[in-house]
């Protein structure tokens, strides 16, 4: 428990430099993030030196309250800046869990006028949250066997970890994968025309799959096809499993089950409503495969990014997106949502089943990667798949009763679990945003962003009586 402890500290110490840096780099906003940065600091250093001398002894089993708290913390810090700044208590704790998870839904409007070291902060939040859960999805999530996660190690980090000589390592090799990434991504917008403040903002907000903008109208505030062709580009990037990439680097191994079901489902989707566009709106092809291609990649990879409103693309096209809200990206990457491994794991132990009703005598293995799935491993996806629809459906309840009208709600709490940001309808949409939602339909929601992002077992585990009874 002490490690817990420290740990938190040790968060709440590195937040605190980071809100230092935020008021160097931009006088302007110099005094909130000051006054935060102290708080912070006093606190985490008060709860790091609590355990000085006492950190022996942690046991795996504290790995879910480390994992469960730590976002908290690191959340709940984030927002102490954009609360000193002038934002509500709810409005920051929203605006900054939705920073931390990498959701990208937002209260605040009027940000071609927000000063510059807020909208830093926001995108400095998402880039942050992405690489936090890429080693968390690497690291952790699959050592605490959490809703099948303990499958990714058949095709990711055992061997790679060996190769690269220690798990230290390997988290490197990750971490410079997702900062050279970004890289090329700023690089690209600059070129694209971007200003250097906007290229870096959207790179960071891009690899991370937040979306946040510095901009009211999000991307489509560039009108350049070249930029939108690049932002497709890259958050297809960033929803690929980062240790695929470091397969690739080291070991030049291309075949990923999940990649490339991954991308057949991005490419299906784009084409099908591209196609349906072009013959009901009368859309010339490629302006409607450039508009098509980057919202349904927004989308999928959770990034939340929108350069026009396609809940006017009709019902059909309506539709479609609400349920691709729900797929999600690869596992190990920055992506939210269910993630596309445990939809191929659901889909083949169906199609299992259905075998064994035509032909009783038959065996059917389910395989992942050219490896048999164990029966734990498919509880562990079943279950985690329906209680991701329970929370979904649980949250748009409350949502309902607190008074949202029905699309609202749906959309609302599937966007918060799946991490996605924009909803559907005229009040969440893509040309809306959550500031005229009650405070306590934000409270809400900020509960469905945190325990999304965590895969929810991680969260409901720790909240439950037996598991501080074993303590």
Known sequence: MNFVVFANGAVMIFMAALMSLVALLFPGTRGPFLMAAAATFLLGASLALSTRGRLEGFRRHQTFLLTASVWLTAGLAAALPLHFWGLSLTDAVFEAISGTTTTGSTVMSGLDTTPHGI?????????LGGIGFIVTGIALLPM???????????????????????????????LWVYAGITALCALSYLLGGMSMFDAVIHSFTTLSTGGYSSHDASFGHFESPFLQWAGTFFMVLASLPFVWYIRVLTRRQFGSE??????????????VLTLWRSWQEDVPFLTALRETAFNVVSVVSSTGYATTDYTLWGPFAVAAFFFLTAVG???????????????????????????RVRFPHGQFAL?????????????????????????????????AIIGLDFLTALSGALTAVANVGPGIGPVIGPAGNFAALPDSAKWVLVFGMYIGRLEMLTVLVVLSARYWRDF
Request: include cysteine; glycine fraction near 12%; charge should be positive.
């Open 119 to 127: 909208l830093f902060w926001r995108a400095l939040l998402q880039w």
């Open 144 to 174: 605490m066997k959490v809703g099948g996660m303990q499958l990714f190690r058949t095709e990711s980090s055992e061997t790679d970890e060996k190769e690269l000589g220690s798990a230290a390592r390997f988290a490197m090799a990750t």
């Open 258 to 271: 999940q990649v490339r079901t991954f991308l057949e489902i991005l490419a299906a989707s784009i084409l």
């Open 329 to 355: 990206g690869c596992t190990g990457s920055t992506a939210g949502g269910a993630k596309i491994m445990r939809w191929i794991i659901l889909g083949r132990a169906l199609r299992a089943t259905l075998g």
């Open 367 to 399: 395989r992942y990667e050219g490896r048999r799935v164990g029966e734990d491993v498919l509880s562990g996806v079943i279950s985690y798949l329906a209680l991701y629809m329970a929370s979904v459906i649980g949250i748009a309840v409350i949502l």
